[in-house]
């Protein structure tokens, strides 16, 4: 049962993983570095939330009008890792995905100031109200294991993979009753530098900690 747990800690990383694959790979167009640096760390979370962006900037790893179909992508190999280590099958696995892709099409964020830096570069205020989509869940799934536990009867009857697929019902239906109202966190402010990338002559973007510093605050932790 302890495998379930292990899909709650992986959902609240597939933000983070999902903003890494998409930094340090921009090119930008605008008239003005403050500009660029805006428009970039816009549309890495556009990309990344919605699936869509203005196209302000060009994404070297993501090919034009395959932008949807990346993201896409993204998101149905963390849910295939998450289904393996589960043994979620495939009705569970559609149901995970589903959830996944609205809680990041659900996720609220904000450029709220950008300024040059010495380096060339900007840093970029960003507010983001963290998505409370794990709201509930630990209680959800501590009152399933007692229920389980209590009735010995019905424990030793079940086979693992059905004392699994309970629990991941659990999981699954508390993330759907969270996304069809979602709840916000205090908004919080994250400053992420954008500037030359190391090693490149002309090519601007946020690095990979940059990266993982925004994707960890898409998500609360609230309820686990």
């Not at 998409?22 to 003005?32: D, I, N, Q």
């Not at 099409?105 to 960003?126: L, M």
Request: hydrophobic fraction near 35%.
């Amino acid at each position: 049962m302890k495998r379930i747990y292990r899909t709650v800690s992986a959902l609240l990383t597939a933000a983070l993983l999902m903003t890494m694959l998409l930094t340090g790979c921009g090119e930008t167009s605008s008239s003005s570095i403050k500009g660029d640096a805006e428009n970039y760390v816009k549309a890495v979370l556009d990309l990344m939330c919605t699936g869509t962006y203005d196209h302000s900037v060009t994404f070297g790893d993501v090919a034009s009008g395959r932008e949807q179909e990346s993201r896409d992508e993204m998101i149905a190999g963390i849910v295939s890792s998450i289904a393996k280590d589960n043994d979620l099958n495939e009705e569970q696995r559609a149901r995970l995905e589903d959830c996944l892709t609205r809680a990041f099409s659900a996720c609220r964020y904000t450029i709220k100031d950008v300024r040059e830096s010495e380096d060339g570069g900007c840093d970029v205020t960003v507010s983001i109200e963290p998505l409370k989509v794990f709201e509930g869940i630990s209680d959800a799934l501590n009152s399933k294991v007692g229920e389980l536990t209590g009735d010995g009867e019905a424990m030793i009857a079940m086979s693992p993979e059905e004392q699994t697929a309970a629990l991941a019902e659990v999981l699954l239906s508390q993330l759907d009753q969270n996304l069809e109202n979602p709840q916000y966190g205090p908004a919080e402010e994250v400053i992420v530098h954008y500037g030359l990338l190391q090693g490149s002559e002309d090519r601007y973007g946020i690095d990979e900690n940059a990266g993982k510093t925004l994707g960890e605050k898409l998500f609360s932790s609230e309820g686990l």
